[in-house]
């Protein structure tokens, strides 16, 4: 596929310095809590001290005598307010328990932070003192904290209206995988644990809403990815004509999959307005947010790989309990089962076996967390194949190599069932390895190990590739996702010349104004300057799936792309009515359209603008106008790769790990801009690398969160990260017309793996070959004590 | 993240800030940088019901020497001003060395080195360092002055032997003179997290052996330790005796567990640290 | 309720405060300079970072009376007003910033750059391994830190006059 007429690129593919940096560098911004109307009112929240209790009662009465206090409503006072609970987007099987989720909890709190009672007062301040004065009793029920257990029989149940703690299983089997094992001439076997994590976008949650004034709209400002869905999914839960309900995401501070979902406090709020008749605002604490925003990962992986003799892989198995926390969220069950189509990575196999049992716990819910589904999946293949690699006494990359797809292999249809249409695995490892200086790290490991130097030195691997640009709509269809995953675009022409692009997509830090720019720019051939990129309110942007899964380039850009496309398409019509020439011998190049053989006969797209908007002369078989607008459906996923390498120094007495060099190549195709995909990688690398060593959300056995703060949920600053070292490898996308492949979690799936292959490289002469994360002192040190005292860790 | 409501007494002098804090008991709180307290107050962990502030009381900011030979620190000295005075960089560097290590920097420019030693927790830094030092503090209270040894400071968790009328107007160290080394070595999950475990040695030196040790414990226990063990071990020794008596680090350690480190994992922290911390020290 | 008065980016201001209003949200809720943020509640995001008598200091670890009678600069005062090129009057570190891509959300900004003048205060050339330790008190979740800590070697020499290339790490 490839663009109509493409003009030269002036802007595509090099570094614009970004758009949106103006009003973020000098504070002048807009995020949520920023936004004060009059009269408005403030928010808080009462929530559960208890994991899973009965409310026996809520007395608010007290709190209303406090001091600022106007309203203040129990779970019950709300109840007839919520047309339905909070939704879940993603039945994953036709007989998924789903817990009736109130935004305000009625007789039932099933973790800890689950709200059970509201109050409004004129200041932050005093809502915040009026919680103190509601009194709510419970009648403490048994916590439901593990997995395992909860599956059990005679578990105490995290809900009492469910008759069991497993919300479903799911199963996809491709090729015949007990001929795999029974036939295999090696397994590898292992349990892996990804740990619970807190996503930590520094904006806390906010959301701020107006009641309607002069018209019936309901105006919202909400800190989310996805303004779109919130509107249609607030409108459901809330009772609220949709066409009544106006979503704004103002400046949003980072979300990574904690702020793509429907949450109690923006169908509060929303309720609040309406029945107050006045603007309210909540806006979260960090410590409260540990509790009440999503978590991500917390899976059990219980994974195998089958080879044949020669090392060739026959086949994968793969066994999963997802924590799903106390409810199921926007698309909590969905995020697991993305892994079926991601653990046999870049391998060929024959079969693939892929069960995942979604588990209801007492805890915070769980949903899409930066690689959703793809990271967990990657660190279990990348990390059972070093295994496996150890076991069967080869280099790490000898069995990687004898199993990947090889470049001239595309497009592939694998084991799962998708078709990668590009890469080039060795590429960009002969890449990483030069970069990384790989055969002088493996001396020096050497030469550690024969020394006995207390500091070991460990090499990580991880060749990974992903699934983005979400998706295709037909195979969300056949997952049983609520929704497409098709995006829209506007161009609007100015009479100007000056340009409008109207995206779906709702960017939070990704950059999008700037790159959107680049695009419809080259697209139509006007100055990068000229156009302007709006985004992130439905009455502006009406329709868009908004931002996840890095999909926003993918299939955002893509629908800029084809805007454009339909705009230079119109305007060549008029160019050559205007020009006198048939249509098929207008050329257009850089915005002239000119007459082939003729090219003192041109016009440029701003002058035929003007002329539409004047209208005075323009093809009688259309109407006055070049703006367009372009729904794309993207015909497959993409499929971004890379070769990323990580050394790391393990101190043996004190169990500190360093990460003395990190080199990343990644494959995102073609490349909009260098600088804005430099830094998405950083950013992930940061939250990977994060993974492997420092965070972990803990609870307690009676369900109480213990890193419920910053204090004790290890979030690295620059002292605690190294210096990353990015190159690129570039193998088109085949399946949208820019040739993009997505990177906005490439750096987060990649780099979990190749930080903890490389500590347990560092230390596996030791005996060690697990390494639970996070990689954090105590870890490293229990690991090499466990291994000294005769058993494997 | 919002405090309850107090009272606020912005005390002028200590005299008003000790008849405050008589007045009022134990619903009182002083409030020196607030890095402390204002974080326990936003969670609501504490509520005084009376805040009084000693922002105001420019006495207590400074270093000046004391006839007796040691060193003087206004109780309300911000960390940074410890690090950046000639005086303790000239007499007792060991000093600035730790507090370098507190907090990150926009802590240090706040937080004071009376309000953290006030604060008595056995994880932060400077407890640990006043004791290794022999420091004391002086406290003023509605009967006069006195001064408290470190030894005698740090009670239990979170609690000192200054009593609820008492104010800390100084800090005081001993000039260490150029046979001394010192290293400091905090050992905490990220940079600017507390120390898992922290180890200060400090070295005297004297013709190849180790005249006189000291080694302070940060978070061994509910209360800053001195590593004793390891200082009558290796007092008189050689220097490559530092290695065994380091050994006894965690004698007498009474070392909690939590998510960062067991008990076990504490103490064999604490022996390799201060073997680190000594040969540094001596180097 | 207690008066306060400070000095806050160039204006003076006097206010009857409740002595528990933490200085961060004076600024914000009071004076209306939401140029500040609030990131976390327990000092450690570093969002809130402004400055308080020349000092980087956490805003949400000050209460405003605290503050009474000081000088305040946030990240709203640090540029020069200039209608005709916006740009031509930013900081050194606000134009490093943008140029060396140190942001992405731009939450984390206010606070990291105000921070990072302190340190350029205190150190005018500092090592990589200077900026990422003299940080260590702002949290930033998007950049992964290399290209702030770039835009802050970036801003140093300029700032010193020198024009020296920044490049850091391997």
């Known amino acids: 596929m490839t663009a109509l007429d493409t003009p030269p690129s002036t802007n595509v593919g090099v570094t614009k310095l970004r758009k949106e940096d103006a009003h973020l560098v000098t504070g002048r911004t807009t995020w949520t809590d920023n936004i004060t109307l009059t009269g408005m009112l403030h928010v808080a929240l009462v929530r559960s001290p208890m994991a899973h209790a009965k409310v026996t009662n809520v007395d608010v009465s007290a709190a209303l005598e406090q001091p600022g206090v106007v309203a203040a409503f129990s779970g019950a006072d709300l109840a007839d307010n919520w047309a339905g609970g909070l939704p879940c987007a993603w039945p994953v099987t036709p007989d998924m328990k789903s817990p009736t989720h109130l935004p305000l909890a009625t007789d039932e709190v099933r973790y800890v932070g689950d709200a059970v009672a509201v109050v409004v007062a004129r200041t932050r301040y005093q809502a915040a003192d009026a919680t103190e004065h509601v009194v709510v009793d419970y009648e403490p029920l048994p916590a439901v904290v593990d997995m395992e257990a909860a599956l059990a029989d005679g578990s105490p149940l995290a809900d009492t209206s469910l008759d069991s703690n497993k919300s479903f299983t799911w199963q996809k089997i491709d090729g015949e995988i007990d001929d795999a094992f029974d036939g295999a001439a090696h397994v590898t076997t292992r349990r892996f644990i990804n740990q619970r994590l807190i996503p930590t976008a520094i904006e806390p949650r906010s959301v701020v809403c107006a009641p309607p004034r002069e018209t019936r709209e309901t105006t919202l400002w909400s800190a989310t990815q996805v303004p779109h869905i919130l509107r249609l999914m607030l409108a459901l839960t809330c009772g609220v004509p949709e066409h009544e309900l106006r979503v704004v995401a103002p400046d949003v501070g980072g979300g990574f999959g904690s702020k793509l979902n429907v949450y109690a406090e923006e169908a509060i709020c929303l309720v609040l307005a309406r029945k107050l008749g006045k603007p309210v605002k909540w806006t979260e604490t960090r410590s409260e947010g540990y509790q009440a925003t999503i978590h991500g990962r917390d899976q059990i992986q219980d994974v195998s790989l089958a080879f044949n003799e020669d090392h060739t892989i026959r086949g994968m198995k793969v066994e999963l309990h997802a924590d799903m926390g106390a409810y199921l969220q926007l698309v909590t069950p969905g995020v697991p089962i993305l892994g079926a189509f991601m653990y046999n990575a870049i391998y060929k196999m024959d079969a693939l076996s892929f069960t995942c049992h979604g588990v209801f716990t007492n805890k915070t819910p769980t949903d899409a967390y930066r690689g959703a589904g793809r990271p967990e999946a990657t660190y279990a293949i990348e990390r059972l194949i070093d295994e496996a690699a150890n076991e069967l006494g080869v280099e790490p990359f000898e069995l990687r190599e004898k199993n990947w797809i090889k470049h001239e292999e595309f497009p592939y249809m694998t084991v799962a069932g998708i078709e990668y249409d590009s890469g080039n695995y060795e590429a960009a490892t002969a890449k990483a390895k030069e970069i990384f200086g790989y055969d002088e790290l493996r001396a020096e490991q050497a030469q550690r190990r024969d020394s006995g130097d207390p500091v070991q030195l460990g090499i990580g691997i991880s060749t990974f590739t992903e699934m983005c640009g979400l998706a295709p709509s037909r195979v969300l269809g056949s997952l049983s996702y609520g929704a497409g995953g098709w995006e829209h675009a506007s161009v609007r022409m100015l009479p100007s010349g000056k340009v409008e692009v109207i995206t779906g997509t709702s960017p939070h830090g990704q950059g999008h104004v700037t790159s959107w720019s680049q695009i419809a720019a080259d697209a139509l051939g006007v100055p990068y300057e000229d156009v302007e990129v709006r985004h992130g309110d439905t009455n502006v942007a009406h329709k868009g799936m908004d931002t996840y899964g890095s999909r926003s380039l993918v299939v955002g850009g893509y629908a800029v792309q084809v805007a454009c496309d339909k705009v230079v398409a119109k305007a060549k019509k008029v160019a050559a009515h205007l020009l006198e020439a048939a249509e098929d011998d207008i050329e257009f190049s850089g915005g002239t359209f000119s007459v082939s053989g003729s090219p003192d006969a041109n016009t440029s797209i701003q002058d035929i603008s003007l002329a539409v908007f004047a209208a005075h002369d323009y093809p009688e078989d259309m109407e006055p106008s070049l703006d367009s607008d372009a729904t794309v459906d993207p015909e497959n996923f993409s499929y971004p790769h890379g070769t990323h390498l990580c050394a790391t120094e393990v101190d043996t007495e004190t169990g500190r790990v360093t990460i003395r060099s990190y080199v990343a190549v990644d494959d995102v195709g073609k490349v909009i801009n260098p600088q804005i995909v430099e830094g998405q990688v950083h950013g992930g690398l940061a939250q990977g690398i994060a993974q492997a060593l420092y965070e972990e959300a803990v609870y307690d056995a009676e369900g109480n969160l213990t890193t419920g703060s910053l204090l004790d949920y290890y979030v690295p600053s620059a002292a605690d990260l190294p210096h990353f070292t990015t190159d690129r490898t570039e193998t088109p996308a085949t399946s949208n017309p820019l040739g993009v492949k997505g990177v906005g979690e490439a750096g987060t799936i990649a780099s979990t793996p190749a930080v903890i292959n490389a500590v347990v490289d560092a230390l596996r002469h030791l005996g060690v070959n697990d390494m639970p994360m996070p990689a954090s002192p105590r870890n490293v040190w229990e690991a090499l004590q466990a291994a000294s005292n005769g058993g494997a860790a | 993240m919002i405090p309850a409501t107090f009272d606020y007494i912005r005390a002028g002098s200590v005299e008003e800030a000790v008849s405050a804090l008589t007045e009022h008991g134990d619903e009182a709180k002083l409030l020196a940088g607030g890095h402390s307290l204002l974080p326990l107050m936003k969670l609501r962990l504490a509520a005084p019901e009376v805040l009084i502030d000693l922002g105001r009381v420019d006495a207590l900011r400074g270093v000046c020497e004391l006839d007796d030979g040691r060193l003087s620190i206004g109780a309300m000295t911000p960390h940074q001003d410890v690090i950046d005075n000639d005086l303790v960089a000239q007499h007792c560097g060991v000093l600035a060395d730790v507090t370098r290590q507190v907090g990150d920097a926009q802590v240090r420019h706040r937080g004071t080195i009376g309000g953290a030693l006030a604060h008595g927790d056995a994880a932060s830094d400077l407890p640990a360092a006043l004791l290794a030092l022999d420091g004391t503090v002086v406290v003023q209270g509605p009967s006069g002055q006195r001064e408290i040894g470190a030894a005698d400071l740090f009670v239990d968790y979170l609690m000192t032997s200054i009593n609820d009328d008492e104010v800390i107007t100084e800090v005081r160290v001993p000039k260490l003179d150029g046979s001394w080394g010192w290293n400091y070595q905090k050992f905490g999950r990220v940079a600017q997290a507390w120390a898992i475990v922290g180890s200060l040695g400090l070295v005297k030196r004297s013709n190849g052996n180790v005249e006189e040790v000291r080694v302070g414990l940060t978070h061994m226990g509910t209360v800053p330790l001195r590593a004793t063990a390891v200082e009558q071990a290796l007092a008189g020794a050689a220097i490559d005796g530092i290695a065994d008596a380091a050994e006894h680090a965690a004698e007498g350690t009474s070392a909690p567990t939590d998510l960062n480190a067991t008990t076990e994992f504490r103490e064999h922290l604490a022996r390799v640290l201060t073997k680190r911390a000594l040969t540094a020290a001596a180097g | ?170």
């Open chain 3, 1 to 170: 309720m207690t008066s306060v008065q400070m000095n806050v980016d160039g204006e003076t201001h006097s206010d009857e405060v409740e002595p528990r209003l933490l200085l961060v949200h004076y600024l914000r809720d009071v004076l209306g300079k939401t140029g500040t943020n609030v990131g976390c509640d327990t000092s450690n995001c570093g969002a809130c970072t402004v400055h308080l008598d020349g000092r980087s200091v956490k805003s949400c670890t000050v209460l405003a009376v605290q503050a009474d009678g000081g000088d305040i600069d946030t990240i709203e005062g640090l540029a020069e007003f200039n209608s005709d090129d916006e740009e031509a009057g930013w900081h050194p570190l606000q134009r490093a910033f943008h140029t060396e891509h140190g942001l992405q959300c731009g939450y984390c900004t206010p606070g990291m750059i105000m921070a990072a003048k302190d340190l350029l205060n205190e150190n005018p050339d500092p090592t990589e391994d200077e900026v990422r330790h003299g940080l260590e008190g702002n949290l930033c979740r998007c950049t992964g830190y290399v290209n702030i800590v770039k835009a802050v070697r970036t801003a140093a020499a300029e700032m010193r006059g020198d024009k020296v290339d920044a490049e850091v790490g391997a």
